[in-house]
């Protein structure tokens, strides 16, 4: 079977993306992880089917590296940008994904705006924050991310009796200056560390609100920068959350499986 897609990063979180409006291309987890493999196959974190929807501009079906489904902030705003560049849309597009609908938006310079569903429970505990941002992610503190040992740490987390039994996504969080946080992040999925993860660095930015940073936060990331805004609520929920970052097409070819 030969299958025609794009590849896309967006801050060095990577996908593999296939259009598929008609319908014609269905993957098993063995087959999506062989896609993956950056041996044996064309290598991402994640594999991305963009499609038809009845009513939205598309339906957006997100596999993580291991075949198991999730919400993927990162990949959502590279496959607004291959929506806009096959033509499904014009600066503006509602799409259906994992977790539901989100609104996504194109500014200049290949920046991809994403509006995330808001946060309505924080819980934190004496080791950090837990939430929910489409994936779960429990968020840590540390005073250096640059040689914290994230797989190591984030694997114990991820697969912590308080996690069972579906584990979470870890972040290590660095607080800096300006207004501006560092963020490195153990992927569950694709269980290893991910240059940059979509919807962890929202969790981390909110999670950094509770310490006095503010809208919009500034993040960094070992494949990039990103930055993210929202409103605190008085109850301690999060409304009108954005996404915002570059995603970029890499190159396209030919798949044989």
């Given amino acids: ?26 993957f098993s987890a063995d087959q999506v992880k062989k ?27 997100y596999f993580n590296s291991d075949g198991s489904p999730s919400l993927c902030g990162n990949g959502s705003r590279a496959a607004v ?11 503006h597009t509602l799409f259906n994904a994992y977790d539901g609908i989100h609104e996504g938006e194109l500014l200049p310079n290949s ?11 924080v819980k934190k505990n004496n080791e950090g924050v837990f939430i ?26 991820r697969y912590s009796d308080t996690f069972k039994p579906n584990g979470t996504n870890v972040n290590f969080v660095e607080l800096l ?12 999925g694709v269980e290893d560390e991910t240059l940059s993860c979509g919807t962890g660095v929202t969790a981390a930015a909110l999670a950094s609100s509770l310490r006095a940073y503010h809208s919009p936060i500034k993040i960094k990331t070992l494949g990039g920068e990103l930055s ?30």
């Fill in 81 to 91: 940008k291959m929506a806009s560049s096959l033509g499904m849309i014009n600066g």
């Fill in 111 to 121: 920046i991809v705006r994403l509006k995330m569903h808001d946060v309505k429970e």
């Fill in 228 to 257: 993210v805004e929202f409103k605190s609520g008085q109850d301690g929920s999060f409304t009108d959350i954005y996404l915002i970052g570059p995603a970029k097409k890499v190159f396209e070819g030919i798949l044989e499986l």
């Fill in 132 to 157: 929910n941002t489409g994936s779960p992610h429990f968020i840590q503190e540390v005073e250096s991310t640059k040689n914290f040992p994230v797989v190591a740490e984030g694997k114990k987390i």
């Fill in 35 to 61: 896609i993956c493999d950056r041996k044996f196959g064309v290598g991402a974190d994640g594999l991305i089917l963009i499609e038809k929807h009845p009513t939205l501009d598309f339906d957006l079906i």
């Fill in 1 to 26: 079977m030969k299958i025609p897609f794009q590849k896309y990063e967006a801050t060095g979180n990577d996908f593999v993306i296939v259009d598929n409006r008609k319908g014609a291309y269905s």
């Fill in 177 to 188: 200056s300006d207004n501006t946080i560092f963020v490195r992040t153990y992927e569950r």
